[in-house]
């Protein structure tokens, strides 16, 4: 095994070990993948203040995140499909996480279900919803959540339809799943992979199994949610899931100020500045490119998150740096997860951590909440 010392480190291992289908599905973006390399390439442009001779010795990363306290301000973000990286990868990311003592987000599109999560791990935990065209199936998963002991729900904006990837097409990780030689092939190449998830206590939706009626199979499943993104959702329907859940809400997929004003009025707790990855609409603007404009629009209504782009400590700080209150990471989580199941999303933890102590260090700061945009050149 070698020395792991990155994010990217992870990343490789994740890549050799995880067949194609599923490693393109976590790396890839929509379309032509612009706004995916403007998350990165606009976070690499933002440039710290080297500060020198600050007393620096005793340092904090210490935060809290809508109203938990939190070992850093990074949350691991929802993503579907996780126990497909690595067999129970929802069980083992929520396990890391906590331990570490950071939230973790389960996706409505998880392989593990909310009673598998809740279950296994002994505090609460993030829920994230779509609401769909089968209202009474949303209702239904907002009352699994409350019974799952979630201590907050994370609202996802930004998914009214899907956005088109190429590469889950040429992969045949589509509506119905297309098994093509080479994905087979693929498949077969990565025996230690296929047995470990098929040891998974499960393969498919686990939130929706056996909810949907005559929906048992991944691929009638993955039909029913394909009709099932609602291009109807409005801010009413916001207010509806408040509504019914009445604890912690999180608003994710904001990127345009004015809506970052309208989600402050709603009486949400937090907002998300997030393009979900790069995988939506392609062509608008990274998320840290949006987060200052959205974090002026709001000023102190609504608490500020983050995610995009992020595979480092030092980005973690520039987004807090540009006004993000905490940050979530996608894909970090995910390659932790492929390489090295539990161990790994600990490893991705640890790694954001040190690095994001040892930049506040050489930047003069010893409180990671006094984080401001002066600890950026021109910002
Ligand atoms: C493989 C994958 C699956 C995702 N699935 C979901 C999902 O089910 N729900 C959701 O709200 N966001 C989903 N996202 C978006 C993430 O929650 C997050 O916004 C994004 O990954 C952040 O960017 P990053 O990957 O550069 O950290 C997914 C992202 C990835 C990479």
Redesign the pocket.
Known sequence: MPVVTNIDDLRRIAQRRVAKAISD??ARGSYDEQTLRA?RADLEALKFRQRVAIDVDRRSTRATMVGEDVAMPVAI?????TGLNWADGEILGARAAQSFGVPFTL???SICSLEDVAGAVSKPFWF?L?VMRDRGFSASLIERAKAARCSAL?L?LD?QVQGQRHMDLKNGLTVPPRLTLATLLDVAAKPGWAFNVLTGRRKSFGNLEGRIPDARSLTTLSHWIAGQFDPTLSWKDVEWVRGLWGGRIIL??ILDPEDAKIAATTGADAI?V?N????QLDGTISSIRALPEVVQAVGERIEVLF????RSGQDVLRALALGAKGT?????F?WGLGAMGEAGVTKVLEILQKELDVTMALCGLRDVKDASPALLRGA
């Open positions: 599905y976590v998350n973000a929802p993503v579907g499909l996706s409505t599109m994230q779509y994370v996802t998914l994710k997929g998300v997030s979900h990855g790069g995988r995610d995009g782009g992020i979530m990471i996608g894909k970090s995910a």
